[in-house]
């Protein structure tokens, strides 16, 4: 058994269960007599590589500390983008992350994150392969968006899932009370998936109540045909509640919301969106000239803990700790999945998968997901996703507001 310290960090975009998966990795590192010490990142592999680090031995002392952190939305340690070079480009980098674990005998290395942060863990463990440090190297996902091949889900879709599924709910019964005609378009992230629009339609399969049409970024967008839908919702019941995706696309490969942007992209070559269904709002507006309005779900769909899926958190506990159990067994360059092992009762258990077959890669919703109409998803679909959102998520209140538990860099 290989013995020394593990490093964990976090990457990439927050969400309501990132913490829960940090807390399993901790909890895994605790238990396991390889690891003498569990070092935590700030700010990901930039902290790494800037000697930013906790000793989270030191930091959580109590099994409540570990269920505050569960249930903290957010990433603890902070977040980074950080794309590391190509090896072979600048190999000072990776000779700078490599002198850190050796100055701090860093054996394992976890790192907590969405497609681009695989990338990282991908490229870390490469050099290691070709370098004289032995180390284990293990990748551990999360991501809202659900977009990660390999796996059954990610950990953080579930909840949410959940609140996308429940504001899509309230804002039903709320755009239901008047006669006259209106269009409300609910605005949804998904730049390449649309696995968190999906989630909009799960009332009309739990309550009988969902959006009238739900658009996905896997089928090309067309303005002249949405048009044509509303006007048919409209002639049903005033009331027309639609989902979409911020990543919504013409056949012209341009973003519906691509005109309201600088066309700036970030480390990753993703292009900044939003303002996908303002644009709509304005068209509907123009060509049919009925109230309308858009929202935009925004921030709110990746930290509302207070609204977190049991299932998540449980499953991110359980994924984080398998991440140290197998990389203590010797395993190294994969990635933690999800494979379902039953759908009624729906159960899951944490396997592995190679990095290299994982990185840079999108799992889009499936074609046979999707309505033939292309506005709208399955129930088959639904029920898929369905289980990913049971449970309510204990939360611990303090004078009136969630308490959450704050991991402190103190230099």
Not at 14 to 25: D, K, S
Not at 78 to 99: H, I, N, Q, T
Request: hydrophobic content about 40%; glycine content about 10%; proline content about 3%.
């Amino acid at each position: 058994m290989l013995k020394g310290n593990a490093i964990v960090g976090q990457s990439g975009g927050p969400t309501a269960a990132i913490n829960a998966t940090l807390a399993g990795v901790i909890k895994g590192a605790f238990d396991s007599e390889a690891i003498e010490v569990i070092y935590g990142a700030h700010n990901g592999v930039e902290g790494m590589l800037e000697g930013r680090i906790s000793n989270l031995n030191e930091v959580l002392k109590s099994e409540m500390d570990f269920k505050l952190l569960a249930s903290t939305p957010a990433a603890a340690l902070g977040s980074c983008r950080r794309k590391l070079p190509k090896m072979g480009e600048d190999d000072a980098v990776y000779e700078k992350l490599f002198d850190f674990f050796k100055k701090n005998n860093i054996r394992y290395f976890f790192y907590i994150g969405g497609n681009d942060s695989m990338d990282t863990v991908a490229k870390v463990s490469a050099y290691a392969a070709t370098h004289d440090y032995e180390i284990k190297v293990m990748g551990v996902p999360k991501t809202i968006d659900n977009d990660v091949v390999g796996t059954d889900h990610t950990p953080g879709y579930g909840s949410a899932a959940k609140y996308i599924a429940t504001s899509m709910q309230e804002i039903i019964r709320d755009c239901a009370v008047y006669t006259v005609k209106a269009v409300t378009i609910v605005e949804i992230m998904g730049r390449d998936a649309g696995w968190l629009t999906v989630a909009a339609g799960l009332p009309r399969i739990i309550n009988g109540v969902g959006p009238d049409y739900i658009y996905l970024p896997e089928r090309d967008f067309d303005t002249e045909k949405f048009i044509e839908d509303v006007k048919a919702a409209l002639e049903k019941h005033p009331n027309v509640v639609i989902a979409v995706s911020e990543g919504l696309r013409g056949a012209d490969g341009k973003y519906v919301g691509e005109s309201t942007q600088s066309g700036a992209t970030d480390v990753f070559g993703h292009k900044y969106l939003s303002g996908t269904g303002k644009c709509l709002e304005l068209l509907v507006k123009e060509k049919l000239g009925c109230k309308v309005r858009s929202i935009e779900l925004n921030l709110l769909q990746r930290c509302a803990s207070h609204c977190a899926s049991k299932a998540d958190i449980e499953e991110s506990l359980m994924v984080g700790a398998a991440a140290v159990k197998n990389a203590t067994a010797g395993v190294t360059g994969k990635m933690m999945c999800f494979t379902r092992t039953s759908d009624a009762p729906y159960t899951v258990e944490p396997t592995y998968a190679d990095i290299d077959k994982i990185a840079n890669q999108v799992r889009e919703v499936p074609a046979e997901f999707i309505n033939e109409a292309g506005n709208n998803v399955t129930d088959a679909c639904l029920e898929y996703i369905k289980p990913f959102i049971n449970g309510e998520s204990e939360v611990f209140w303090e004078n009136g507001l969630p308490k959450h538990f704050i991991i402190e860099y103190k230099g």
